[in-house]
């Protein structure tokens, strides 16, 4: 028996159309679960004004700084060990159920259909 070859122009063919196939497929699915973009409030989208506010500058120079040790340190409460709780675990036995040691069958053992 002959094993007739295929051209690679056929061969290329196929895999192209393949590729344009998936391809096809995956951009229409990402136009369906693709997100869809937010909504931007429009004071927020203008743009910015590159002058400088003279006013807003003056007030920067009016505020009240404060030194590093001009402000109390406040302490972070952490819990002491005998304040943390331990779970406590008790073993309580069970009760023994006496097993016998080779199961006993009745009837013969023959099916019935």
Do not use: C
């Amino acid at each position: 028996m002959k094993n007739l070859k295929v051209p690679a122009f056929v061969t290329v063919l196929i895999l192209t159309t393949i590729t344009l196939v998936f391809w096809v497929f995956f951009s229409v699915y990402r136009v369906f679960t693709k997100a869809s973009s937010p909504n931007i409030p429009a004071n927020i989208m203008e743009p910015l004004s590159p002058n400088l506010d003279k006013n807003t500058l003056d007030l920067l120079q009016g505020r009240t700084y404060f030194e590093e040790g001009s402000v109390p340190i406040i302490p972070i409460l952490t819990p002491t060990p005998e304040a943390i709780i331990s779970p406590q675990v008790t073993i309580t036995p069970t009760p023994e159920v006496s097993v016998s040691p080779t199961p006993t069958a009745t009837g013969s053992g023959a099916l019935t259909p």
